[in-house]
């Protein structure tokens, strides 16, 4: 070991951070006081994203990985420290977003750059020392944090330490000025992506027609619908896997474009219906998700807002005096979800759950209103309902059995009962009316119910009895029924044993997103 390790792995022993090779790990949640204390910085959030930047590998490895990397962190700024020798001033805490930002795209991915360079080894002889063997994504992780740790020792302090050359990203050019370039989309080409709005099709191809007359948008649109969006692939369909199929630089170069581009244009592509929204949310290149005044939201749904490809609305603001505009207005030709939770919706209001507004809907989100007998029956002439969100309901058992009744309840898909305080009994007949159930969370279920439940819907997917208490036995009988389910919620059910059991057989046991 050289003497830049010594000095280096001293540093460490200063700062009280002792964790043994592979096995025993610190917490991040002690390394960060540590951390503040000995350097007068706390980077949690570098921390954060230098995890994520590792990529999807790194998973297996995250408990130990975790702390190790923290430890790397402040490996790498104590080097950068011993090397430059001079006495500056301590670090500071990245608080700006922008800081954040610049300095994780910098650093999130130079550990192989770090470990080619000069100092590669007095790196990789520390790295070692703390590494778990044979684990390649740890390697990884711990020296893209040490790499961190060095160039956040530059960033802070505006120089380059010598031998860190490499790490040093070049200077970008200015970013461009906003293009002047503005065209209207064919009605042609807009009526294709209205059409089919869960196809990239007819957006590429839009994209293609702005780009070639020099339209930004072309290019956004191009970029968007290569990144997808999470846990989505193009299309907006649901995919089992979070694990996205571009390269990582790959992605971290789209984003960063995406990013640009919502800067430079986003208030001009917002401007035609901005009138109309609050809140806003791109994908795949156009105006996805927003938050709206329900009557402005009306106003403009069959007008302004119907050249937007929009998916979801989340409206707000109910006023009964407003109800004889709201349930004339038309629906809007693509959006596919609806979420008015909290409105206050009572029978006085009763006619906007049977307004054209709501027509086109296949997600409804109603939780958080005392619906009572008028409005279930205006919900009962619903046919195309396929998921349903509800609590707080004022009906009785017999009230709700009309809604088992209407059009779309045999093709349900998904549905969600929260606490209804009047509601006790033939909850679970409710649900066993709905044969195409895969999404299901209902309160206060018998362990009898339950099972009938699961021998009634076998393709159920997720389940959820979390205000129920339920024997051990039931839980493992419930997975024996139900062989598709992927999310499993009963956390007042079970005793450690069982929770251990379930985790075993539900490996990927996970809350799938009601509206996804």
């Known amino acids: 070991m050289n003497a830049l390790s010594k000095q280096v792995l001293a540093t ?19 390394t960060l006081p540590t951390m503040a204390k000995a350097m007068g910085f706390a980077p949690h959030v570098t921390h954060l994203n230098i995890v994520v930047h590792v990529g999807n590998e790194l998973s297996k490895s995250l408990p130990i990985s975790r702390s190790l990397v923290m430890v790397a962190f402040l490996d790498g700024y104590a080097l950068a420290k011993h090397i430059d020798g001079k006495k500056r001033s301590k670090g500071q805490v990245l608080r700006a977003a922008a800081a954040v930002t610049r300095f994780v795209r910098a650093a999130g991915r130079s550990g192989p750059a770090l470990l080619s360079g000069p100092h590669g080894e007095t790196a990789k002889t520390l790295i070692e020392d703390f590494a778990p063997e044979g684990d390649e994504a740890a390697l990884q992780g711990m020296a893209n944090g040490f790499a961190c740790g060095v160039l956040l020792y530059q960033y802070e302090h505006e120089l380059v330490v010598p031998g860190f050359d490499a790490l040093t990203p070049a200077k970008k050019a200015k970013a461009a000025r906003p293009s002047d370039v503005e065209v209207a989309l064919p009605k042609a080409l807009l009526d294709g992506v209205l059409a089919a709005p869960d196809d990239d099709a007819p957006r590429l191809v839009a994209s293609d027609w702005l780009a070639e007359r020099g339209d930004p948008l072309g290019e956004f649109i191009q970029v968007q619908c290569a990144l997808g969006r999470g846990r989505f692939g193009a299309g907006g369909k649901w995919v089992r896997s979070a694990k996205s199929t571009l390269p990582f630089e790959t992605r971290e170069e789209l984003e960063a474009r995406e990013q640009e581009l919502l800067k430079l244009y986003e208030k001009r592509w917002v401007a035609p219906i901005r009138s ?12 996805n998700d927003v938050i709206a005044d329900l009557s402005k939201f009306a106003a403009a749904s069959g007008t302004t807002l119907a050249r937007t490809p929009l998916e979801k609305a989340k409206l707000t603001g109910l006023q009964r005096e407003q109800l004889a505009a709201i349930v004339k207005a038309p629906a809007h030709p693509t959006v596919d979800f609806i979420d008015l939770a909290a409105n206050r919706i009572d029978d006085r209001v009763a006619p906007l759950l049977s307004a ?6 296949t997600k409804l989100n109603l939780e958080m209103n005392p619906l009572g007998r008028e409005c279930l029956t205006a919900l009962s002439t619903h046919r195309s309902l396929k998921r349903l969100l509800l609590s707080r309901l004022e ?5 709700f059995a009309q809604l088992t009744r209407a059009p779309f309840w045999k093709s349900l898909t998904g549905l969600f009962i929260g606490r209804c305080e009047h509601l006790s009994a033939g909850l679970a007949e409710a649900a066993n009316a709905a044969p195409k159930l895969e999404w299901l969370s209902l309160p206060e279920l018998s362990d009898d119910e339950v099972l009938a439940i699961a021998k009634a819907h076998p393709k159920l997917k997720y389940l959820s009895i979390v205000t129920t208490t339920v024997k051990d036995a039931t839980v493992m009988k419930l997975l024996d029924l139900l062989p598709e389910l992927t999310g499993f919620q009963a956390p007042h059910a079970s005793s450690e044993k069982t929770k251990a059991l379930v985790a075993q057989r539900l490996p990927g046991n996970r809350y799938v997103g009601f509206f996804d």
């Open 356 to 361: 054209p507004l709501l027509s086109k809907v």
């Open 395 to 399: 009906v009785t058992d017999a009230d």
């Open 276 to 287: 109309a929204i609050r809140q806003w949310g791109f994908r795949r290149g156009f105006v």
């Open 12 to 30: 460490r022993k200063a700062h009280g951070l002792t964790v043994e090779k592979a096995g025993d790990y610190l917490h991040y949640e002690q």
